[in-house]
């Protein structure tokens, strides 16, 4: 009876110990009045610096927002997307918010808000390419990814062969020095490259029909902190600041 007893009470003490640290992150956030995000800076339209230095971008104007509704202010910690989540791990920020797909393998890691944006994996390659027309002919190509991303897994199932990159800037690049043949990416970033730079020699030859979802990442076990980014997501959306930073970067409202 005696064990049984010490058996609950530890139990019931884990329990609290695992409730109490899944509120901390919240608690410590609203203690420190700042709430960090680790971000690429490298990533237009979603986070990159203007012409002017300051860091802007969809995820970063968002992220600001977000932290308003919390009472907080963002700070944003740049690094190498490889090493975004690695950063996550470290606690060298409390959460990511760089365009992270919402995949099976990462839930299984970690939490996620609710998404946030939605946007179509496309195939690009040179204007003169003939070769790749859609996913299957990728078999045996060289297709520039950063290795963690989305991207690669979905090149690696279509058997392209992967060339490392930092981002979607290096992945290009390779792409139009002929390193590599074709890159995985994001629909609307590749929009935006086009508008700044429209005589690229790059095209879209094909575009998953899914859509990837994105969301704010955070440590596992964080349900006070998930509800909170929930809950400040809504209010931003249902005030209609979603609405007026997705015109500023996109030209129109996406959150339908």
Excluded: C
């Excluded at 109490?20 to 979603?46: M, S, V, W």
């Excluded at 932290?67 to 990511?96: C, P, Q």
């Excluded at 279509?158 to 990159?165: E, S």
């Excluded at 086009?194 to 020699?201: R, S």
């Amino acid at each position: 009876m005696k064990k049984m007893t010490l058996a609950l009470l530890a139990g019931s003490l884990f329990i609290t110990t695992v409730q109490a640290q899944a509120e901390d992150g919240l608690a410590a956030i609203k203690a420190a009045g700042t709430i960090t995000f680790g971000t690429e800076g490298t990533y237009a339209p979603y986070t990159y610096h203007d012409g002017s230095d300051k860091l802007v971008g969809f995820d970063v104007d968002l992220g600001r927002a977000v932290a308003a509704k919390l009472g907080v202010k963002a700070k944003f910690i740049e690094g190498r997307w490889d090493g975004l989540i690695a950063g996550l791990d470290a606690k060298r920020y409390d959460a990511v918010i760089n365009q992270v797909g919402i995949t099976p393998e990462r839930q299984a890691k970690y939490d996620f808000s609710q998404p946030y944006i939605d946007s179509k994996v496309v195939l690009i390659v040179r204007d003169d390419n003939t070769t790749i027309k859609n996913f299957d002919d990728l078999k045996g190509q060289k297709a520039a990814q950063s290795l963690t991303s989305n991207y690669s897994q979905v090149a690696t199932k279509y058997g392209a062969d992967l060339v490392p990159t930092d981002g979607f800037n290096q992945s290009l690049d390779l792409v139009l020095s002929r390193r590599a043949a074709a890159t995985l990416n994001d629909n609307l970033s590749f929009l935006d490259f086009k508008k700044h730079k429209p005589n690229a020699p790059l095209k879209i030859v094909a575009a998953q029909d899914a859509n990837a979802p994105s969301g704010i990442l955070i440590r596992k076990n964080q349900p006070e902190l998930v509800k909170a980014l929930n809950n400040a997501l809504d209010e931003v959306k249902a005030e209609g600041t979603y609405k007026e930073i997705a015109v500023r970067y996109f030209g129109q409202d996406i959150s339908k």
